[in-house]
């Protein structure tokens, strides 16, 4: 079983008359990726930095790491990369990574070691010499990722980790965010990029006004598994035989649109539809994009951020 890392109930935080985050609670354990998505102004970062003990809540509570929100013993353990950074620009990025492992109170040849082995992951070795203000964004972006790792921590909290990054750096994280699940690291990701969330995540659950509204697993979840059906009577006799293989079944114009629980229903439809001579002239399933959830979650009232 699952140790739990982050628990909250009813964490809220208000900035005088303005709610940033209303009602978030959410479950996350040990070595899970969890996506934490919503629009713009949805309170997600302000819950980041509320988890982080940056922010303190108007109420509500919450513990990280079996410890109370804000606890500063909890803090070495974990790492942050927030989206919007500003780093000392005038260190190189030795010296970068090097004042952030004494901070954690790492020292001497160990430090070292860890800061070669980060640079040379995040593939910026060669630029180590360098200081930040001659980074690109993205090399910028990958020294960050490194700081949030130096002390391999348990927890971390990756804020748009992507925003600064071409492909080849996008692929970067998605690796780097698997070895974290690999040896047992829990992640916490806010991102907009929805198909590098659906790419890496386990769970995710959707903010809306500072409220977390839905919870939906990736890995294991099959209620985004949706079947089509065109068939030659869809009659509501039709329509209620088929809820005997779907917990939603709705008639959209022409097609028949089911929610199942698993892909083996597939043929079992079919073989039922066939005993009942309905003739079948297109059958298939496929998995609701998690950005289709995001916009079914949202809502039609949703614009833009």
């Given at each position: 079983?699952?140790?739990?890392?982050?628990?909250?109930?009813a964490l809220r935080?208000?900035?005088?008359s303005t709610v940033a985050v209303s009602d978030l609670s959410v479950c996350i354990?040990?070595?899970e990726v969890f996506g934490f998505l919503g629009p713009n102004g949805a309170g997600k970062t302000t819950s980041v930095k509320m988890l982080l003990g940056l922010v303190e809540p108007t109420s509500g509570g919450a513990t990280v790491l079996g410890a109370p929100v804000g606890d500063r013993s909890c803090r070495a353990r974990m790492?942050?990369?927030?989206?919007?950074?500003r780093f000392h620009d005038s260190l190189t990025g030795r010296e970068f990574l090097r004042i952030h492992g004494r901070l954690l109170g790492l020292h001497g040849a160990p430090l070292e070691r860890r800061i070669d082995d980060l640079l040379a992951r995040v593939h910026l070795l060669e630029a180590a010499h360098r200081p930040l203000r001659q980074f690109s964004k993205g090399m910028v972006q990958r020294a960050g990722l490194a700081q949030a790792l130096i002390?391999?921590?348990?927890?971390?909290?990756?804020?748009?980790?992507?925003?600064?990054?071409?492909?080849?750096?996008?692929?970067?994280?998605?690796?780097?965010?698997?070895e974290?699940?690999?040896?047992?690291?829990?992640?916490?990701?806010?991102s907009h990029l929805l198909g590098?969330?659906?790419?890496?995540?386990?769970r995710v659950a959707f903010v809306k006004q500072g409220r977390t509204v839905h919870e939906l697993s990736l890995k294991e979840s099959t209620a985004a598994l949706e079947v089509e059906l065109k068939a030659d009577r869809t009659d509501s006799s039709t329509l209620n035989g088929l809820r005997n293989f779907a917990h939603d079944v709705r008639l959209d114009g022409s097609i028949v649109r089911?929610?199942?629980k698993s892909e083996n229903v597939v043929p079992e439809i079919a073989r039922w539809l066939v005993g009942q001579g309905i003739g079948i002239h297109g059958l298939g399933s496929r998995r609701k994009s998690l950005e289709e959830w995001f916009i079914e979650v949202m809502g039609e009232d949703q614009r833009p951020g």
């Open positions: 079983m699952m140790t739990t890392v982050i628990e909250t109930w935080k208000q900035f005088g354990r040990r070595g790492g942050f990369l927030p989206e919007h950074f002390g391999e921590p348990e927890l971390v909290f990756l804020d748009e980790p992507t925003s600064g990054l071409d492909p080849l750096g996008r692929v970067l994280v998605r690796e780097l965010i698997e974290l699940r690999a040896r047992g690291a829990t992640v916490f990701l806010n590098e969330v659906e790419a890496t995540c386990d089911l929610r199942v």
